[in-house]
């Protein structure tokens, strides 16, 4: 439904003219064509799934919907896949899965049940078995929307947070888009959580879930295949987007791509955006440095955060998508100079309005 909704801001216009690229290993965008192995569009759409993979929602003939880039799967070392959704905006993420021929991991499921049958089709299709186990990142609905597609066959797993804070949200993007067909959701939280560490193995593939702080949100994990060099990040990096810490920590988030570095990974799943190398990080830092400033200069000028975004001087930050969230990460720095705990809750009704102003006044489409 909101696939095709226009991006209202001058920096998200300017992401959409460069939205094809080619940093990193696996990097694509909706523009540019897949890479090889990956599912083409036509091949990707919901018309050509079995009857048990299309929601009601769905059954409507595939001409009446828009035509948008469709998510593919890209192999990134044997039994390791990312299933990338472009374009990687609001609802948008990335998901991703492990397999040895015996056992499934998945990393993330959609924000839609549509799309996270897709997702579970996906895998069946590349010969996996059915998953044993997911793994939420975090918990916003776009990476756990969809965990009652693959359960209760599978074991969802995730931090204590996200199981804390998916279950006190509920089923948040509802109240956020309420216009957005998700079809049958069944909000799933994580029945085993950890808090510092959990090692997990598919077969002989070792994966390491780690809880980096308070960074994007309470509750965030990396899944950490070591030998594999690969990372999934979840949304502590956005590739072409605007970083999002208004749930989180500035600082957090900060000290999360130091730990992320430590890692020396070659690849990098994003939790949004193509996915790409560790380069990424250093764009990233820098713009978390740049809110940093701004909100110190702001804060010691009396100035609010809306204004201090209003007038800010984007600069290379420009090309991001989502430049709203800039005026939410202000309101998330401006806390912490006042000594509010690292994600401790702020007024999301102030955070999402003041993104509203700086979208034009037109509230932020999901894209899902």
Do not use: K
């Not at 209202?8 to 965008?29: D, E, I, M, V």
């Not at 299933?83 to 998901?95: E, H, K, M, R, V």
């Amino acid at each position: 439904m909101c696939d095709s909704a226009a991006r209202n801001t001058p920096a998200q216009a300017s992401a959409a003219q460069t939205a094809a690229r080619t940093s990193g290993p696996g990097a694509t965008g909706p523009d540019a064509a897949p890479p090889p192995g990956a599912a083409t569009p036509a091949d990707a759409s919901a018309a050509d799934a079995s009857p048990a993979d299309v929601s009601p929602a769905d059954a409507s003939p595939a001409a009446e919907r828009p035509v948008v880039p469709e998510p593919y799967l890209t192999e990134l070392a044997a039994g390791v896949h990312a299933f990338i959704q472009p374009d990687g905006g609001w609802c948008l993420n990335n998901a991703g899965f492990v397999t040895d021929g015996d056992a499934t991991l998945v990393v993330d499921t959609a924000a839609t049940e549509r799309r996270a049958r897709l997702l579970r089709r996906r895998i069946a299709e590349s010969g996996a078995p059915a998953p044993r186990m997911v793994v939420n990142t975090h918990h916003h609905g776009d990476h756990t929307y969809g965990n009652g597609v693959f359960a209760p066959e599978a074991t969802v797993i995730g931090h204590a947070s996200c199981r804390r804070e998916l279950l006190a949200a509920g089923q948040q993007l509802h109240a956020v888009w309420p216009q957005v067909d998700y079809g049958d959701i069944r909000l799933t939280a994580p029945e085993i959580t950890y808090t510092d560490e959990l090692a997990l193995h598919v077969g002989d593939i070792e994966v390491r879930l780690i809880h980096p702080g308070v960074a994007h949100t309470t509750g965030d994990t990396l899944v950490w295949l070591p030998r594999q060099r690969i990372v999934f990040a979840g949304d502590l990096v956005f590739h072409g987007g605007t970083p999002f810490v208004f749930m989180g920590s500035l600082a957090g988030s900060l000290r999360a791509l130091e730990l992320l570095r430590t890692l020396d990974a070659v690849t990098v799943v994003p939790g949004h955006g193509p996915v790409t190398g560790p380069e990424v990080y250093d764009g990233i830092e820098r713009y978390l440095r740049f809110v940093g400033r701004l909100a110190q200069e702001g804060r010691a000028a009396g100035r609010t955060p809306l204004e201090v975004a209003r007038e800010a001087d984007l600069g290379p930050f420009a090309e991001l998508a989502e430049s709203e969230r800039l005026v939410a990460n202000l309101h998330r720095a401006y806390a912490e100079l006042a000594g509010v705990a690292p994600g401790a809750p702020l007024d999301l009704v102030a955070g999402f309005g003041d993104m509203t102003v700086m979208n034009g006044g037109v509230p932020m489409a999901c894209h899902a």
